[in-house]
């Protein structure tokens, strides 16, 4: 009998606690979340779930596994003694442990691990200062992507991303779990990298920041659409594609941020306390959502299609998880200027002087400049760069229409053309800096 009590005191306490969680997640944070399938929550150190399409009338919130804890058969697995954190989308739930170990969950296998990346996978830890953190999966749901040219590349296996924003808003790193267990890939922020994000949130391989204006953008970049998975073949040549031998081309360069409207101070205040989750299939499908209040102080959120421009808003009456932007906070607080401009020269058939201005990795849009004695010849130049820190990288020269027309009557720059591009008007290249940062172009 005794033991039969027991029992029916450790349930009770079981459903005591999933009972003090809320009956929808309705914004993502760093102890609650949801995908198109479960919502997910954190309370007292342990991860609980219930379906968002149960038949049940209100479906209950259940221990995840037998524990709540990150557990597995694996060998040199280490479970954590409670979970501080996690994140979910797509098919993915990320839960960091108290000892900053990212463990990582397949809601399809339930199976966890506590090792991540290629060739030699090793624990990940989530970096501790940072200013906010997401998991994205860009899977089944989504279906694939389409590139700047409306080509759309269904999926064959998920792509996992893991991102973070750096401690002063101004540096966007992830990890994922086919590359190195690290955060040394970086992606450009808004406004060529001055954009000081206050907060990211991500799903579906969208990234969504805002900043302590209310300023928002978006956009959609991954390891794959930024042009750097060396099994993927891509083009700078914009054209509609055939269903040829190169339907499967990526086109460059990847989409940029698009700034989102902003929400009218006359429909009431948001904090920087931001979600998008993914509803369905291509780039669109996501939902945004800001939370604040309307014009009567009733807190809520606000939200859109990614593509929509008006927004509405939702009433909860929930407490705010954050701080109201202030309403006054129009200076925007921009990052310092990080292009450059570098000497050096384009190797061909012949050797040519040149600068690359704009220099910005890993910003995508740089410009070259050609140097014919006291004339300059100005290029389009693009490049794929995983970080700032790079020395080597693949990109484009682009020859414009209006060059290419004056080549007829100079003779100067039809020898160049003909050296450099032949009858291509897109050609691929390898960029290298020396140790004195001088640029060393080739062409691929």
């Given at each position: 009998?005794?033991?039969?009590?027991?029992?029916?005191?450790l349930?009770?306490?079981?459903?005591?606690?999933?009972?003090?969680?809320?009956?929808?997640v309705?914004?993502?944070?760093?102890?609650?979340?949801?995908t198109?399938?479960?919502?997910?929550?954190?309370?007292?150190?342990?991860?609980?779930?219930?379906?968002?399409?149960?038949?049940?009338?209100?479906?209950?919130?259940?221990?995840l596994?037998?524990?709540?804890?990150?557990?597995?058969?694996?060998?040199?697995?280490?479970?954590?003694?409670?979970?501080k954190?996690?994140?979910?989308?797509?098919?993915?739930?990320?839960?960091?442990?108290?000892?900053?170990?990212?463990?990582y969950m397949?809601?399809s296998?339930?199976?966890?691990?506590?090792?991540?990346?290629?060739?030699?996978?090793?624990?990940?830890?989530?970096?501790?200062?940072?200013?906010?953190?997401?998991?994205?999966?860009?899977?089944?749901?989504?279906?694939?992507?389409?590139?700047?040219?409306?080509?759309?590349?269904?999926?064959?296996?998920?792509?996992?991303?893991?991102?973070?924003?750096?401690?002063?808003?101004?540096?966007?790193?992830?990890?994922?779990?086919?590359l190195?267990?690290?955060?040394a890939h970086?992606?450009?922020?808004?406004?060529?990298?001055?954009?000081?994000?206050?907060?990211?949130?991500?799903?579906?391989?969208?990234?969504?920041?805002?900043?302590?204006?209310?300023?928002?953008?978006?956009?959609?970049?991954?390891?794959?659409?930024?042009g750097?998975?060396?099994?993927?073949?891509?083009?700078?040549?914009?054209?509609?594609?055939?269903?040829?031998?190169?339907?499967?081309?990526?086109?460059?360069?990847?989409?940029?941020?698009?700034?989102?409207?902003?929400?009218?101070?006359r429909?009431?205040?948001?904090?920087?306390?931001?979600?998008?989750?993914?509803?369905?299939?291509?780039?669109d499908?996501?939902?945004?959502?800001?939370?604040?209040?309307?014009?009567?102080?009733?807190?809520?959120?606000?939200?859109?299609?990614?593509?929509?421009?008006?927004?509405?808003?939702?009433?909860?009456?929930?407490?705010?998880?954050?701080?109201?932007?202030?309403?006054?906070?129009g200076?925007?607080?921009?990052?310092?200027?990080?292009?450059?401009?570098?000497r050096?020269?384009l190797?061909?058939?012949?050797?040519?002087?040149?600068?690359?201005?704009?220099?910005?990795?890993?910003?995508?849009e740089?410009?070259?400049?050609?140097?014919?004695?006291?004339?300059?010849?100005?290029?389009?130049?693009?490049?794929?760069?995983?970080?700032?820190?790079?020395?080597?990288?693949?990109?484009?020269?682009?020859l414009?229409?209006?060059?290419?027309a004056?080549?007829?009557?100079?003779?100067?720059?039809?020898?160049?053309?003909e050296?450099?591009?032949?009858?291509?008007?897109?050609?691929?290249i390898?960029?290298?800096?020396?140790?004195?940062?001088?640029?060393l172009?080739?062409?691929?």
């Amino acid at each position: 009998m005794r033991y039969y009590l027991i029992a029916f005191f450790l349930l009770m306490a079981v459903w005591a606690h999933g009972a003090q969680l809320p009956d929808r997640v309705w914004m993502k944070s760093a102890t609650q979340s949801f995908t198109h399938e479960y919502d997910v929550a954190i309370d007292d150190g342990r991860i609980w779930y219930k379906s968002r399409k149960s038949s049940e009338a209100e479906p209950r919130w259940k221990l995840l596994g037998t524990t709540g804890l990150p557990a597995s058969q694996q060998k040199n697995f280490s479970p954590p003694s409670s979970v501080k954190a996690l994140s979910a989308d797509g098919d993915n739930l990320i839960a960091i442990g108290d000892n900053d170990v990212v463990y990582y969950m397949k809601w399809s296998s339930r199976k966890w691990t506590d090792h991540w990346g290629l060739p030699l996978a090793r624990k990940l830890h989530l970096p501790r200062d940072i200013r906010s953190w997401s998991i994205s999966h860009r899977g089944s749901l989504a279906g694939g992507y389409a590139d700047i040219d409306g080509h759309f590349h269904p999926i064959w296996a998920g792509v996992t991303t893991l991102y973070v924003l750096s401690k002063d808003g101004l540096s966007i790193q992830y990890a994922d779990p086919w590359l190195k267990a690290d955060f040394a890939h970086e992606i450009c922020l808004p406004l060529r990298n001055r954009f000081r994000a206050r907060a990211l949130a991500a799903s579906g391989s969208t990234l969504f920041v805002i900043n302590d204006a209310g300023d928002m953008y978006t956009r959609l970049a991954d390891f794959d659409t930024l042009g750097h998975n060396p099994l993927i073949a891509y083009s700078y040549e914009r054209k509609i594609r055939s269903a040829t031998k190169d339907k499967d081309k990526r086109t460059l360069p990847p989409e940029d941020w698009k700034k989102q409207p902003s929400i009218p101070a006359r429909h009431g205040r948001i904090s920087p306390f931001i979600t998008i989750f993914q509803t369905g299939r291509g780039n669109d499908a996501r939902t945004l959502r800001v939370e604040g209040v309307n014009r009567q102080g009733v807190s809520g959120f606000f939200s859109k299609p990614l593509q929509a421009s008006a927004w509405s808003f939702t009433p909860t009456g929930a407490p705010l998880e954050k701080a109201l932007l202030s309403a006054d906070a129009g200076a925007k607080d921009a990052g310092p200027d990080r292009e450059r401009s570098l000497r050096g020269s384009l190797r061909t058939s012949e050797e040519y002087a040149v600068w690359v201005e704009r220099f910005n990795p890993p910003c995508a849009e740089a410009r070259l400049v050609v140097l014919f004695g006291e004339d300059r010849l100005r290029l389009p130049l693009f490049i794929a760069a995983t970080s700032s820190q790079d020395r080597k990288m693949k990109g484009a020269l682009l020859l414009p229409d209006k060059l290419k027309a004056q080549s007829d009557r100079n003779p100067r720059l039809r020898q160049f053309i003909e050296s450099v591009f032949g009858l291509k008007t897109v050609v691929n290249i390898r960029l290298k800096l020396d140790n004195k940062d001088q640029v060393l172009i080739h062409l691929d």
